[in-house]
């Protein structure tokens, strides 16, 4: 579970948005709203990436997605670990000579 956020989404937004339509410097703004001014500058980065104006940083989107294959490439690779140790086992069993029970 990821830690709950230090900041609002209406505040993140606000300043996001202030920061983008007036042009002013992203520590002012931070300084003005009370936030730490790398937090503000690391959403008006993400921001700029969201809107296709950046290169350099995966959308929220495509980083979701990302998050999502990942966990899904961990249960795969357990799956067949489970399933390889699985036909080890049954191949084992398959070599040993069967003996007849006892009357």
């Known amino acids: 579970m990821p830690a709950p956020r230090k900041y ?6 606000r300043a996001v948005r ?3 339509s007036t042009g002013r410097p992203v520590a002012h703004v931070a300084r003005d709203l009370g936030i730490h ?5 690391s959403w008006v980065r993400q921001a700029e990436a969201d809107a296709g104006e950046r290169d350099d940083r995966l959308t929220t989107t495509e ?14 690779r ?6 390889m140790a699985a036909s080890v086992f049954f191949a084992q069993e398959i070599g040993r000579p069967r003996t007849r029970p006892s009357r």
């Open 63 to 76: 980083r979701d997605e990302l998050k999502e294959l990942r966990k899904e490439n961990a249960e795969l």
């Open 37 to 41: 001014k790398e937090a503000l500058r």
């Open 78 to 83: 357990r799956t067949n670990e489970i399933l």
């Open 18 to 20: 202030e920061v983008r």
């Open 8 to 13: 609002p989404d209406e505040l993140r937004e």
